[in-house]
């Protein structure tokens, strides 16, 4: 299979590097730092922003009752993601036509012709030095799951462009204090609910994440970190990705789509009995207090649950190897257990109302 070429870097290497983390790590600043070497290097760079790109009505946002979260809206941000790929490939194959983004995706323009202007036009080159110079594109997302950086890992190879992603590792109380100090913070639930998600680079399981490197943010950016990075990106630069021979790789990704779709599966499921549990609950005239309680001892064994389901179904070679996965068997089988540790914890606490 012949890798397709990138118009867009006429001949000159490439790179789409990922920044991940927790909100407020530091991947913003460190974008900036990146792209200020890269300058001095005489590099094309240039930073895909997705909190500009994404409009904050396509994120997820919940509506809650008796603290219990009930529904997610604004599933579309999945689509919203993969258009800020497109837009990307876009780019590569036709940098001088500035993508039109469908109307559906509602993608902020301005801010996408923004990063592209940056690409094509940097002020410290000529046209000719610019259409020779090497091209860096920095992807500024939380990217938690594994599934959403092989997405970048795939247009990487696709383009036979070089691949490389940074973990910026930072506490949680240092990110939740960052963020309060920002001029448009999110909402701390927000931050806490992706640490339980969160999925950093892992080289041992996944080939793929082989150009990772992650160092902590919790203290500032140090000028080590800053070249450390400028190594990894440059290391990429000079050995880009080839077409997979084998569907060793597509095997993978769909294992990481699979389980991701048997966990939201299941999720939605444990709602639905979080609720009913709740609905008994205040059946059985719980006192306000004990069912503040049940509602937090509910959540709380729901996280713990989805994260020990995940990390089983991805540890488990039975669900590696199969090809097809009856996922719905999966949940039910999820199911029967949580609805078990559901019942327990409700009857303990409707013991206390006595």
Known sequence: MAAETAGGVSGAPACLCVLCGLPAAGKSTLARNIVTAAAQRGWRAGVVPYDDLIPEQAFQTRVEKDGVTLQETHTEWKLHRQA???????????PQVLAELPSSCQINKAAWERCVQALLWPEALDRSQAERAPLLLLLDDNFYYPSMRYEVYQLARKYSLGFCQVYLQCDL???IRRN???????????????????????????????????????????????QRVMELISSALSNPLSPAEDNTEQKEVDRLKCATSVVHQTDQACRRHISEAMKTARENQ?????????????????????????TQLLQEASFTQDKDIDVERVVKRAMDVFDLDTKEILLR???ENK
């Open 180 to 226: 309060q100090s920002r001029s448009a913070p999110i909402p701390t639930e927000v931050i806490v609910e992706m640490v339980k998600r969160l999925e950093s680079p892992n080289p041992q399981k996944n080939s793929w994440e082989t150009s990772s490197i992650s160092f902590s943010t919790t203290d500032n950016l140090s000028e080590r970190d800053v």
């Open 286 to 310: 719980l006192l306000p207090e004990l069912m503040r309680s049940l509602a937090a001892q509910l959540n709380e064994s729901k996280a713990t649950f989805l994260h020990n389901l995940r």
């Open 349 to 351: 606490i409707i013991n």
């Open 173 to 175: 109380e240092s990110c």
């Open 84 to 94: 800020v790929l497109r837009c990307i490939e876009q780019f590569l194959e036709k």
